[in-house]
């Protein structure tokens, strides 16, 4: 699966303190991405199609960027300096477990990660045949931006 965006509303308030985006992914290597809804709506379609049986792979993906770029379209979105910080397995981990992720879940996106900078989503991007509707900077300015407003007027 490509790289949720939605795992991002994990940092808005980092991003609005800090305007720094913290991933364990290369800053340069560009990540296949999907918004959830996007997903669910392919699932919807797949559903009320009674031609469709079995199992199959559906590549659902929206766009492919670096963490660089993401920071580049956070902070034209936003209106704002926003900087990318990788993060090392170890810290990753520790700052999951620190906020109640049980170790072992941890450690499955830490490796997760690492299988992202090894290009796991290269295949998929290329197999897929159009791209899902929303894109990240439509994701950014309809979802993650309002997240962060909100967290302005508390």
């Known amino acids: ?3 949720f ?3 991002l509303l994990n940092q808005v308030e980092m991003i609005r303190a800090q305007g720094t985006l913290f991933l364990a992914n290369t800053a340069d290597r560009p990540l296949a991405t999907v918004a959830t809804r996007d997903i669910a709506a392919t699932a919807a379609v797949l559903l009320a199609d009674d031609s469709w049986s079995g199992q199959e792979s559906v590549p659902v993906v ?4 670096s963490p660089d ?10 209106e704002r300096p926003v900087g990318f910080q990788q993060v090392d397995e170890r810290t990753y981990k520790e700052t999951m477990t620190r906020y109640g992720m049980h170790p072992a879940w941890a450690q499955g996106l830490a490796d997760m990660a690492a299988a992202q900078n090894d290009g ?3 295949a998929e991007q290329k197999a897929s045949a159009s791209a899902a509707p929303t894109d ?8 993650l931006r309002p997240n962060l407003l909100d ?4």
């Open 1 to 3: 699966m490509p790289f």
């Open 120 to 122: 796991i989503y290269d």
């Open 151 to 154: 967290l302005n007027h508390s």
């Open 136 to 143: 990240f900077r439509r994701w950014c300015q309809e979802v």
């Open 69 to 78: 770029d993401m920071a580049r379209v956070l902070s034209e979105v936003l």
């Open 62 to 65: 929206g766009d492919a960027l």
């Open 5 to 7: 965006m939605e795992n």
